[in-house]
Every structure is written in C-alpha cells, then in structure tokens.
C-alpha cells in the first residue's frame, strides 16, 4: 500500500466515523419532535433513491438486475436498515440523553459482535485472545449500561426493553455486514443500494401500515420542515457520503485497518454530548475505555495474524518454485 493510498483511505475512513459520531446526538434533537419511526422511513428512503440515481449514473441499469436474490437482498436489506434503525432509534429516543452515549458505544462494539455472529454461523470457535477481547468489551458495556451501579443489573432498575431493542438494531446491521461478502462478484455501491432501496422502502411500508392502524402519528409538513437541518445532516452526511466514504476507506485500507477507526464513532459522540452539557459519569469514561482498547488489541492482534498468514504463504510458494525442476533452454549457445 503506498503512502499516498493509506492517507486517502485514513481520511476516507475518518469521516465516515465522525459523521456516525455526530449522528446520535444530532438525531436525539430530532427525536425530541418526530417518532423513529417516521424518522427512520423518511431518511433511509431517500438516502436508497439517492443511491439508486448514483448508482444508474456509474453503473447504468444493468447494475439493478438482483440476477435471482431478490429475497435475500430484502432480508439483509431488512436487517440493515429496518431493523437497525427502528431498534437503535427507538431504543435511544426511550433511554433519553444516556441512550445517545449507549447507541454510539454499541455501535464501537459492532466488530466484536460480528466476531460472535461468525463464530454461531460457522461453529468454529475463534482465538482465546480474540474472546478475551471479546469479554472486555462487554464488561465495557455494562459499565456504560449501568453507569457504575451494577446492582441495578439485579434490581430492575435498567430499562430492558430500550437496551434489547438498541441490541437488536445493531446485531441487525451486524448480520447485514457480515453476509455482505455473499456479494462479492457486485461493487459495494450496487449491494449498498440495492439492500438501501428493498429495506428503505420496506421500512417506509411498514410505517405507513403502523400509521393506519393508529400505533403512529404521521408527522405534519410544519413537524418535517422544523427538523431540516437534522434530516439534512442524517441523510446527505451521516447517510450518503459517510457510506460512500466508508466503502472506499476500508477498499483503500483493507477492512482489517479500516474497523480501527470505529473507535472514533464513541469518540466523536462523547466530545458533542460533553459539549452539549451532558455529564459523563466517570463509570461511562471507563467503559468507554475497556471497549476501544479491546478493539484496538483486537485489530492490532488480527493484523498480526493476517501478516504471518501472508508471509507464510509466501514461504511456501517460493520453497515450492525453488523445488521445481528449471527449465533447460534450447537455444542455441554458438
């Protein structure tokens, strides 16, 4: 990897973290006026139709041709950003200021519960580093959870039904990333859109039918208009450009080192809360801390692996040439 490249793809992988950063305080402001719901069915659908018109520009129509996975497009579509945002906008509008710190820190512990996701589907058990990083972070979470008070744990003093639903959201994003790679003949622009635009839209279905049914209220015109700036920011930043950017962060660095700069997701939503005026309890701090350096051995010790791997194959490859009988040339000598 040149010089050159790896800035470019640190940038790339920059931005994308701090505009993830920035987006659960942001949508915590818009909440405040708006269900998640509607939130979530008015922005996903239009960060998938703005993906679908990049997406005709680059690749042309040929590139919406799902070549017979439509249902699992839908299903990982709906794992990606039905049920993510539904379970982690809910789950934070419940939990009120703490649920902003909550969202983002589970949203840092994606590659650890990505690791646990591998390790269900393939029952083959991962490193006990790899699981120590594993336990750490989770320690981690519960100190940020609980604030320090783990009697709170026993006593039903959490609310559960907000944590479960901010835990499935992110297990749902989970499982859309990890079964991503079942597409690896497509480019990631025409996976993101076409699982953006089946589970935007199927996101969008169901609000309506919960409209109908009274279990919502649809927002009025002056309601939308009032949360612009906010909508602005999660569809056109913390939507489009941050996947964008992501997608050719991570090609530029591979995803080894892009998942590195997941930490500043946590990061960037402590900074905007503290400044906000949110008190972050010194339990929060040191929860916070446990899981960024469980993910920063994690990376560190995956990389390392990843090399001696490379190296190793390289080994055998050049010992397999050097065994080889050389080829005797025919020309002649005179």
């Known amino acids: 990897m040149s010089k050159k490249h790896f800035w470019q793809g640190a940038m790339f992988c920059l931005f994308a973290a701090v505009a993830w950063g920035a987006m659960f305080p942001i949508a915590e402001s818009a909440l405040h006026h708006i269900d998640p719901f509607w939130f979530s069915g008015i922005r996903y ?3 998938g139709l ?11 129509k040929a590139a919406f041709n799902t ?5 699992k497009i839908w299903l990982l579509g709906l794992f990606g950003f039905t049920i993510y945002n539904f379970g982690v906008f809910w789950g934070q509008q419940q939990l009120g200021k703490s ?11 994606m590659p650890m519960l990505a690791v646990l ?3 269900l589907v393939t029952r083959k058990m991962p490193k006990m580093s790899t699981l120590a990083c594993v336990i750490t972070a989770f320690i981690g979470v519960i100190f940020v959870v609980t604030k320090g008070d ?17 835990f499935a959201g992110i297990t749902g994003w989970v499982i859309y990333t990890v079964s991503s790679g079942q597409f690896a003949g497509w480019s990631a622009l025409r996976f993101s859109t076409l699982s953006s635009l089946y589970g935007g839209f199927t996101t ?27 909508m602005s920011f999660m569809i056109l930043v913390a939507g489009l450009l941050a996947l964008l950017s992501w997608i050719q962060g991570v090609q530029l660095l591979k995803p080894i080192n892009g998942m590195l700069f997941i930490n500043f997701v946590p990061a960037t939503t402590f900074i905007i809360s503290v400044i906000q005026g949110y008190e972050v309890s010194s339990a929060e701090w040191f929860g916070t801390l446990l899981i960024v350096s469980a993910l ?7 990389r390392r692996a990843s090399q001696e791997a490379e190296t190793k194959t390289a080994k055998s490859t050049a010992d397999l040439r050097s065994r080889l009988p050389k080829k005797r040339s025919h020309a002649s000598t005179g």
């Open 67 to 71: 070549k017979g996975q439509t249902f």
């Open 45 to 47: 659908s239009i960060v």
């Open 296 to 302: 920063i051995v994690n990376n560190l010790l995956s």
């Open 204 to 230: 969008l279905a169901i609000v309506l039918v919960m409209t109908a049914l009274g279990i919502v209220d649809a927002p009025s015109v002056s309601t939308v208009v009032s949360i612009a700036p906010e």
């Open 50 to 60: 703005l993906l679908a018109a990049l997406l005709l520009f680059k690749e042309g």
């Open 99 to 109: 649920g902003v710190l909550l969202a983002s820190i589970m949203e840092s512990f």
């Open 117 to 119: 996701f591998v390790w």
């Open 150 to 166: 783990l009697h709170s744990l026993a006593n039903g003093g959490l609310k559960l039904l907000p944590l479960l639903s901010v």
